[in-house]
């Protein structure tokens, strides 16, 4: 950040995007920010700690600060809200009146120390997962429903997990168990996909979902698999050739097809090739 930035020095943990209202969300070490895009020359921001106190930052706009939640994990944006995982702990942002909600027991959780919170929205639930392996299910309305099930699975054999990813009605949790499928209509694990490499088990870390294929992405290597097959069976999963090899840094899929951060270089990958973006 620049000497005239609000943003501190603290690591970016995490990003969110509202296209529609143009708002970017910002986790950091500090605590939350968010930028508020407009069409007007120079602007402000206001800090929530020391409310009616704006200050301009030249040519930079609609900041707002949200310093007293440290380490923001993860941002999650529902049509409501913004959920915002912070040490283990949640709160919640109402997008319209921008009031801070902090979650806990007393407001309806069944967890205590949660890793990720992923808005479906085919189904207008959020999965709320906890570092034990409990998911709870909250509604647009905030209604909560628990599902122990995987936590009842894992009990005995601890669980480390990755990341979320929601496509149509499912959201899948990537963990050293594998691919699990969540049913969000149904409030089930619908399928766990555990992959194989030469007869050993693979970690998967991140997955997601282009036209009618499913990747998921291992360290080193990327998997697809057809969505139409039957992905329990590890066979159905193929290793893609990638760009270069090395450990994968991120990757996701988009409506114009995948990309990949792997050695310092960004790479797209469509129609069956890989295309770099930049260094």
Known sequence: PSSNSPILSENVQSLAYNANEKILYIGTGAGLMTYRDSDTEGGTYTDRENEGKDITYGSMKGWTTYFSYNNISDIEESENSIYCIADGAMIIINKVSE???????LTGLNGSSIVAARYNKQNKKTLLLYQDGLIDIRMDDG?????????????????EFYSTYSYKNNVYICSQLG??????KR?????TYALQDNGKDVIVRRVC????????ATETQIYSASLKDNLVDYTHWNKMTLPSTGDI??????????????????YHYSQGKWTPVMS
């Open 209 to 216: 979902v282009n036209g009618d294929s499913i990747y998921a």
């Open 179 to 184: 691919i699990i499928c969540v049913d969000m």
């Open 99 to 105: 009031s801070i909600e902090p979650q806990s027991k």
């Open 143 to 159: 209604e909560i429903n628990n599902m122990p099930d995987l936590f009842l699975k894992i009990r005995m054999t601890p669980s």
């Open 187 to 191: 409030h089930e694990i619908a399928e």
């Open 249 to 266: 840094k991120n990757f996701g899929c988009t409506g114009d097809g995948i990309y990949l951060h792997i050695r310092s270089k960004l």
